[in-house]
């Protein structure tokens, strides 16, 4: 299956988007495929293939600030999860999307939560894998750096800091043609590791975890989270007390699998998605 790549204006900022088609137009919701920090949407294309071949058309945009879309100034775009959340709203509507399944993964990937909660009657099918889902949750040393003034400013202009982040989250050695890939942003430029900066100043991530909480405790459709047991910066103990807390949220545990599951373990996540975006969305 041939996965387009794409690009779309909105207002003034240009977002980039992966996109496979199923063979045969039918009534399934499109899935919208997150990534995380340091990510990219690179990330999704071993599963991506897997979801047009059932039928469902497959998005996966890079966020603004990273990858191939635009990084737009600070005095155009805030950088915070409110500013994510908004600009993610406007994509969602230029692609004249009524409904969408959501799959998000990784720190940042939370604004795509953050929309479900905020938009659920846009929501068919929401699946987490590894992303800070309980106000616990802490940014791993790797990030959090980035976002310490002048070290930050050093070591985003490393563009071994993505090999380190991505090796150290996924636990499991990345090829070098994709690693040459991951890293091109910090390579070509130093604007993407100075908007690294920016980002991961203002994640906010103790008021949005917090949030996204309380709000999948209330969650009134169902929700997958398969979730790498094996995970060095996000625990897992937080994470069965919340799926204990409502019907509706099932899990799926890999026990090798760390903070990068769709990396290594596309293979076992991509039935595991395509069965759940086939049930039916009641507890």
């Known amino acids: 299956m041939t996965i ?17 088609f199923p063979t045969e137009n039918n009534h399934k919701t499109p899935v919208i ?45 805030d950088y915070t999860p409110s500013a994510y959340l908004t600009a993610f709203a406007e994509f969602i509507d230029e692609l004249k999307l009524e409904k969408i399944s959501l799959v998000v993964q990784g720190f940042l990937a939370t604004v795509g939560i953050q929309y479900a909660l905020k938009y659920p009657d846009k929501i068919d099918k929401l699946i987490i894998l ?7 949750a802490k940014l791993p040393w790797q990030i959090a750096q980035c976002g310490i003034p002048f070290l930050g400013d050093m070591v985003t202009q490393d563009p071994l800091i993505v090999d380190r982040t991505l090796e150290k989250g996924s636990g499991f050695v990345i090829s070098d043609q994709n690693l040459a890939f991951y890293r091109k942003p910090i390579v070509t430029s130093s604007l993407p590791g100075r908007t690294l900066v920016t980002v991961v100043k203002k994640l906010q991530l103790k008021q ?3 949030e ?23 625990e897992f103990s937080p ?17 090798e699998a760390k903070h990068y599951p769709q990396e290594h373990f596309s293979k076992e996540i991509s039935p595991m998605i395509v069965n759940f975006l086939g049930s039916f969305n009641n507890p």
Not at 60 to 77: N, T
Not at 130 to 136: E, K, R
Not at 212 to 234: M, N, S, T, V, Y
Not at 239 to 255: A, C, D, F, G, Q
């Open 130 to 136: 590894n992303t800070p889902i309980f106000s616990t």
């Open 33 to 77: 495929l997150l990534h995380g920090l340091l990510s990219q949407s690179f990330s999704w294309l071993e599963i991506m293939p897997i979801l047009t071949e059932y039928g469902y058309r497959a998005i996966a945009p890079d966020w603004l600030g990273w990858g191939l879309s635009d990084i737009p100034d600070k005095r155009d775009f």
């Open 239 to 255: 994470v069965e007390t919340l799926v204990k807390s409502n019907n509706n949220l099932k899990l799926i545990t890999i026990e």
């Open 208 to 210: 949005v975890t917090a």
């Open 212 to 234: 996204i909480e309380a709000g999948l405790k209330q969650w009134e459709k169902l929700c997958l989270i398969i979730w790498g047991k094996d995970d060095p910066w996000l």
């Open 4 to 20: 387009n790549e794409n690009k779309i204006k909105i207002a003034s900022l240009e977002w980039f988007y992966r996109e496979g």
